[in-house]
C-alpha cells in the first residue's frame, strides 16, 4: 500500500519502490538499512497506478521497479513510468525476466536491471548510487540544450519532445494529459516603461514560482518571449485540469518589487493569459494542442 510522506519521512535519499510481493520488499529494505553513509525513505507501492499517483507529489531520487504487477506487465511497466518522470533514474529489480542481459529495459529508459537471483546489499547500493550519479551527469551536459537560458526552465524544443512522448504514450494506452498555456500580456509595457531588464525580472521571478509550486510530475517550459507552457500529466477530467491551471494562475497573479533602470524599486503588477486543452482524442500534434491551448484563451 502507498506510504504517506510528511516532511518527516523524507530524510536522506527518498526511493520509491514497486513491488506487491512483500518478502522482496523487506529484502530491498534490510540491504538498504546496511547502508553506512546515507539514510534512505523506502516508500513501497504494491500497483503501477498507487506509484504513478505517489510520483506526483513528492520526487525520489530513484525508482525501483518490478516489472510484473497487477495492473501492469513487463516493458510496458518501464514505458508507462519513463514517459511520466523526468531525470529521475529506473532500476528494474524483477524475477521474471532473470535470463535477460538488460539491454531491453535500458532502452526504454531503465537505468540498469538486477535479477532478484543475484541481489545483494552492496550490488544495490552500488547501482543506486551509480544509476543516480550517471543521470545527474546527463542532466548536466543536457541542461544547457534544453533548457532556457534566462528563466532556468525547459525552452521550446525540450516541450515539444516531451509532448510528443505524451502523445505516443496516450495513443498507446489511452491515457489523458492537458497542456496550459500562459502569457504575460504587460511585459512590453514593462519593458517600455521600466527597461528589458525589468521585463526580464519578471519573467525569472514568474519562472520560479512556476517551478518551486508546480507538482512534481508538471513540465514547466518557456515557450516564447513571455509565453510559458505546463504540462499536466496526470489530468484525467477536465475538472482536475481546470483546477491545476487556476492553482497556476494564482501562483503567479500578484505583485512584483523590481528595479527599474534608474535603480528604483517599483512595484509591477502583472497582466496574464491562459488557456487550456486536453488530448482527449489522442490524436492532436504537440504544435496543435498547444495551440489549442492557446486559442482558448
Do not use: W
Not at 29 to 37: G, I, M, P, S
Not at 270 to 294: P, Y
Amino acid at each position: 500500500m502507498e506510504k504517506k510522506l510528511t516532511a518527516e519521512t523524507t530524510q536522506g535519499f527518498l526511493i520509491y519502490l514497486l513491488e506487491d510481493d512483500a518478502f522482496s520488499a523487506t529484502v530491498i529494505r534490510k540491504a538498504l538499512n546496511t547502508d553506512v553513509f546515507q539514510s534512505h525513505t523506502l516508500v513501497v507501492f504494491d500497483s503501477l497506478e498507487a506509484l504513478l499517483t505517489g510520483l506526483v507529489n513528492f520526487t525520489p531520487e530513484i525508482v525501483l521497479v518490478d516489472l510484473n504487477v497487477p495492473d501492469s506487465r513487463g516493458l510496458d511497466t518501464i514505458i508507462k513510468i519513463s514517459s511520466l518522470i523526468d531525470a529521475i533514474p529506473i532500476v528494474v529489480v524483477s524475477g521474471a525476466e532473470a535470463d535477460s542481459t538488460g539491454e531491453e529495459f535500458i532502452n526504454y529508459g531503465a537505468q540498469d536491471f538486477i535479477p532478484k537471483s543475484e541481489l545483494t546489499a552492496s550490488l544495490l547500493l552500488r547501482v543506486i548510487r551509480f544509476s543516480i550519479l550517471r543521470v545527474k551527469t546527463s542532466k548536466s551536459l543536457q541542461r544547457s540544450a534544453k533548457h532556457d537560458f534566462l528563466t532556468k526552465l525547459y525552452n521550446r524544443e525540450a516541450l515539444i519532445e516531451k509532448l510528443d512522448v505524451m502523445i505516443n504514450c496516450g495513443v498507446r494506452y489511452n491515457t489523458k494529459f492537458s497542456v496550459c498555456y500562459l502569457k504575460i500580456n504587460n511585459i512590453p509595457q514593462i519593458n517600455e516603461k521600466y527597461g528589458h531588464q525589468a521585463g526580464d525580472d519578471i519573467l525569472s521571478l514568474i519562472a520560479n514560482r512556476l517551478r518551486l509550486f508546480s507538482r512534481a510530475s508538471d513540465f514547466i517550459a518557456r515557450y516564447d518571449g513571455n509565453e510559458f507552457v505546463t504540462m499536466f500529466p496526470n489530468s484525467k477530467t477536465i475538472q482536475g485540469a481546470i483546477s491545476a491551471a487556476r492553482s497556476q494562475l494564482k501562483t503567479i497573479d500578484d505583485n512584483y518589487m523590481i528595479t527599474d533602470q534608474n535603480g528604483e524599486t517599483v512595484n509591477v503588477v502583472v497582466d496574464c493569459s491562459m488557456g487550456l486543452a486536453i488530448n482527449s482524442n489522442n490524436c492532436d500534434t504537440s504544435v496543435e494542442i498547444i495551440e489549442k491551448a492557446f486559442l482558448s484563451c
